[in-house]
């Protein structure tokens, strides 16, 4: 009882003390200071921070013709809301969203929304400030489009004598599905499978690779954000060609006997020297240096004689070079050109039939004889030859026929500056008319023969 009696003291010298007193009214000052707030303002603000930004399209105008939001520049915002204080004292920074107020929007394009903030509780609020306020928004359609793809394989070298056949590189699969903005889309001109994979080959040679770069018409590289890339790995197969760089050359026909063919072809000229051919087949150029480009004719050539002659690989090699036509030339410098007639006394006939005999007829024929000049000068009608070879010449009995004559020229015995080897020749296809006639069996005459037949009879 008597410390029960003591609580009353305790509290009464408590009181006495300047400290106590002091802290007592502070708080009792505290308490009539908010129960005069609660009565009279019952309206408060609170901000909350780092809000974030919803853009959602649900129910609206822009998703109902097929449109998404592309992009967004706001993710997060500062809002200051105003209500009851009883009430948003109760809101914490999870219950607010902000949205976009995308109103009657049914194009694509970019756009300024308005921002606003909403709360999944049932508390009513005001919306004093919103920071940032808009926001811009890409909307666009979102569709799946299908693209060939071609294959990147900078650090992948070929051995000495192969290359590699770039367009028959082969990636599977070969096409891939990307899924995005359709502008975006849009832009692609190229899907590109890269790989950074360093080897050196010589032969047909697969790898795999899954990075994938997009380009431009231009050959800008795209940026991929927003676009949906499948995760594929994709086989490369690299086909390896040998290769090797081929002297060209060609062949000259109908050349007579005794005509200087080394002299005549350092006057000729290829306005391509060599080509540069591949092969599928390793071997193909083990024995090859040269190739040649066909047949030209002596005597179709000229003193302005230019031909051109198209490279025919057929399927055996592949042009690597950037030409598919040469042109063969003459040097004319220091020739020129000189008709001559010719007669029957000009023609040779060889490899006769021996049961006929071969007249020759020929008259007044101009023939164009090229070369160097002061041969020319020199040169008589008695040094032309036209021969008339009828090996394998079928006779038709006794008949006429014109055939084809080769143009020779014969060297001047005393000439021996060129190896007695002649520097002209004839320009010109010819022919000479051939008679032909079955040879007569010999036969002993009837008188001769009544004469011996009675010598014979008298002697018996």
């Known amino acids: 009882m008597k410390k029960i009696r003591e609580i009353p003291d305790f509290f009464e010298r408590l009181f006495d003390t300047r400290p106590f007193s002091i802290v007592f009214s502070i708080v009792c000052a505290i308490l009539i200071w908010f129960a005069v707030s609660v009565t009279a303002y019952k309206t408060t ?16 105008l822009a998703e109902a ?5 592309v992009s967004c520049d706001v993710e997060k915002v500062t809002v200051e809301i105003e209500g009851n204080r009883f009430q948003i004292g109760r809101l914490t920074q999870e219950d607010l969203t902000a949205y976009l107020q995308i109103g009657n929007i049914s194009t694509t394009g970019e756009f300024n929304f308005e921002i606003a903030v909403k709360s999944d509780t049932n508390i009513s609020f005001n919306a004093v400030n919103i920071v940032p306020a808009q926001a811009v928004v890409k909307l666009d359609k979102i569709e799946t489009r299908s693209y060939d793809v071609t294959a990147s394989f900078p650090n992948v070298k070929v051995s000495a004598g192969h290359v590699l056949k770039q367009d028959e590189v082969v ?14 889309l849009d832009e692609i001109a190229k899907a590109e499978i890269y790989t ?3 080897v050196e080959i010589d032969s047909l040679y697969s790898l795999y690779a899954n990075e994938v770069k997009l380009y431009t018409e231009e050959g800008a590289l795209l940026d991929m954000d927003h676009l949906e890339i499948p995760n594929t790995n994709f086989q490369v197969t690299i086909p390896v060609l040998t290769q090797k760089e081929l002297s060209l050359t060609y062949d000259i026909r109908s050349v007579p006997n005794g005509f200087d063919l080394n002299w005549f072809r350092k006057r000729l000229h290829l306005s391509q020297e060599n080509i540069t051919l591949a092969s599928r087949t390793n071997t193909a150029f083990a024995d090859r240096d040269n190739f040649n480009i066909g047949v030209v004719a002596l005597n179709s050539i000229s003193l302005n004689y230019s031909e051109i002659f198209d490279i025919d690989l057929k399927e055996e090699f592949i042009n690597q070079s950037n ?27 060889i490899n006769a039939p021996s049961d006929y005999d071969c007249q020759a007829i020929m008259k007044g ?4 004889i090229v070369g160097e000049k002061e041969e020319l000068d020199n040169l008589s009608t008695q040094d032309i030859v036209a021969t008339v070879d009828l090996l394998g010449y079928n ?13 020779s020229i014969s060297p001047k015995l005393s000439d021996t500056s060129n190896d007695n080897l002649v520097r002209v020749w004839a320009v010109g296809t010819y022919r000479v008319d051939v008679y032909f006639t079955i040879k007569q069996e010999e036969t002993v005459p009837e008188t001769a023969s009544s004469i011996i037949e009675e010598a014979s009879d008298s002697e018996t």
């Open 365 to 368: 024929t101009p023939v164009i």
């Open 323 to 349: 030409f598919e036509q040469v042109t063969l030339s003459l040097d004319n410098e220091g020739l020129d050109s000189r008709e001559i007639f010719l007669t029957s006394d000009n023609v040779s006939i």
């Open 45 to 60: 603000h609170v901000t909350f921070y780092n809000i974030p930004v919803m853009p959602d399209l649900t129910g609206t």
């Open 395 to 407: 006779v038709r009995q006794s008949s006429t026929d014109r055939l084809d004559a080769l143009i």
């Open 196 to 198: 950074d994979k360093s």
């Open 171 to 184: 990636c599977e699969p070969s096409v891939i599905e990307i899924t995005g903005p359709s502008a975006q």
């Open 65 to 69: 013709n097929g449109l998404s939001v």
